[in-house]
């Protein structure tokens, strides 16, 4: 509803006229330098329309004042009476604070969070009574849980999904679906009873929509698969297998086939997670960007996402204050698991999407422990340094 009355807005606001654009591109001209940072287009109501970063801010500015009428640089100018902006130290820097921005002003004109979820799924836990498993593409719905991701292959995520809510029983009805639990028998004398669920009927589901399980009983199941998903339970894997040893035994080869595609399914699943922590504990490092005019940053990037930010140490106070960081970022007292929290999702792929397209970027990268051993000198300088001096 919000965004509808967005768009709404935006078509009842008049166009800014030619001579209004020519003044914001006077101004960019005067006051913008080419140099890293985010931008922001602004309409006449103050609402922010379009964010932007750009390695050249005045040159990147300058080209939407140059754009043909029917592409979407002159549809920003036509929507914005004023353009603000801020430099950022690197590149890098300005891409992060991109997405934040995107992420806190939602612009109409941006892309929903551009960037390459939609190549992804991802296993979401929903929040709620009886929560359930749904696969989606990108993330960040208002009523996810958690997040287990990315995953290549939605189809096979969605099959492997649907073999593990009829392992432990978990529901797939609509969201929005009451629950009966049967420790709540008050609700069945206030209401009637809830038609009967199929899935419950063949044993498929716990049927807490019908008083088929406690909450404690689903929330049970709940843990379980929490514990599949995170790698630490492998108790659907082991059901289907003993399930399937069972019908060979019987000799129902039949059954004993059908839950040996379910069980290749699983361990197909469990595969994507072990590869996917493999390619997420590779981007846990600390990251050293030189910065515009000697500003350069250090990252700690922990499991695909910034964990804290410093400038370049210029006293021995501020290399205590980095390394002590380091040494509470890196050693957590929590254990990784394959969860991803909704608000880190855009910045997981984002850091992925980075380090793929610049690998070389990976040679200012160095492990949290090397970087322990060898803290970086005060008053840094790139140049000098044997570690990014043939980078910078």
Known sequence: MRRLSKIRKALSTPKTSDEHIAEMRAHVRASAADRPGVYRWLSPEGEVVYVGKSKKLRTRLLSYFRCAPDEKGARICREATRIEWEYTPSEFAALLEELRLIKRYRPRLNVAMKRDARHFAFIKLTRGAAPKLAVVRGAGADDAQIYYGPFHGAQRVTEAVR???????????????????????????????????????????????????????????????????????????????????????????????????????????????????????????????????????????????????????????????????????????????????????????????????????????????????????????AARDPLFGDAA
Request: negative net charge; aromatic residues 8%.
């Open 163 to 381: 073999e593990l809510n009829d392992a432990l029983g978990l529901r797939d009805c609509r969201i929005d679906q009451p629950m009966h639990f049967a420790d709540q028998p008050e609700l069945f004398q206030l209401m009637p009873r809830t038609p009967g669920c199929i899935r419950h009927e063949i044993r498929k589901c716990l049927g807490p929509c019908v008083g088929g399980c406690t909450a404690g009983e689903y929330d049970e199941r709940v843990r379980m698969v929490r514990g599949f998903l995170d790698g630490a339970d492998d108790a659907p894997m082991d059901a289907l297998r003993a399930e399937m040893v069972a019908a060979s035994e019987l000799m129902d080869f039949e059954r004993a086939a059908v839950l040996r595609d379910k069980l290749q399914r699983l361990e197909g699943l469990r595969e994507q997670f072990i590869r996917f922590r493999f390619a997420i504990e590779t981007l846990s490092f600390v990251y050293t960007v030189p910065g515009h005019d000697g500003d350069d940053r250090v990252y700690l990037i922990r499991r695909g996402r910034v964990r804290a930010e410093f400038g370049m140490p210029r006293s021995e106070q501020d290399r205590i204050r980095i390394l002590e960081m380091v040494e509470s970022v890196f050693n957590p007292s929590d254990r990784d698991t394959a969860q991803v929290p909704s608000h880190e999702v855009d910045e997981l792929l984002l850091l992925s999407s980075w380090f793929r397209r610049f690998p070389a970027e990976l040679t200012r990268s160095r492990d949290a422990r090397a970087f322990v051993a060898a803290p970086p000198v005060l008053a840094y300088d």
